[in-house]
């Protein structure tokens, strides 16, 4: 289901206009518009703002890849693998049942690796494709994160400070300080972040 649907769906729900939603957030009301009607893709803090804003994790917003016959599986409230407590068994998500965040007009990847029940601490695998990153603006959340690098080279600021992480490398930081990444090499970054408490 797309990002701008899911929007929809959520702001209605939460009997709330157009305008009232961006006001809340401080944007433009044609954004949110456009990012409804699937034209533009919020940035990441954008759509962390409006996750506040309707009091759901950020995690909502993330939708299932297709399955195998092409039927797309759109995560529900109740999913077995989103409702799991975090005091009851363990859970377990295979790559192929992951939640994945595609931003509209952009090439980053976010998939969950753990429940979106689970609010002490979130693993999110990531992509950044060569000569992408995040958001244009640097970003906070609370808590702790450490970036581990599986594969290709990210460069991470964290306040104004700048760290090239290869793979294999580790970079812890608390969570409220700015931060940002971005992949200066010639292939793809593969990123598991992990944060507590869950920040998507």
Known sequence: ?????????????????????????????????????GSA????????????????????????????????????PNAVNLAVPANSKPALIHANKRLRLMLPQSSLIHEMCTPLSNRQIQVVRSIIQPKQGGPSESYSHPGL?????????LTVMVDNAEYV??????????????????????????????ITPAAY
């Open 1 to 37: 289901m797309p990002i701008g649907t899911i929007l929809r769906s959520l702001r209605k729900g939460k009997h709330l206009s157009g305008v009232e939603l961006a006001k809340k957030i401080g944007v433009s009301r044609s954004l949110i518009s456009q990012i409804e009607r």
């Open 41 to 76: 893709g919020p940035s990441i803090e954008v759509l962390r703002r409006i996750s506040t804003a309707l009091d759901v994790p950020m995690g909502t917003f993330f939708e299932k890849e297709e399955n195998d016959n092409g039927a797309e599986r759109t995560p529900q």
């Open 145 to 153: 994160e450490a970036m581990y690098v599986v594969a290709g080279e």
């Open 165 to 194: 992480l290869h793979a294999g490398s580790c970079l812890s930081f608390e969570s409220p300080r700015p931060h940002n990444l971005m992949n200066h090499g010639n292939e793809p970054a593969e990123v598991l972040s992990f």
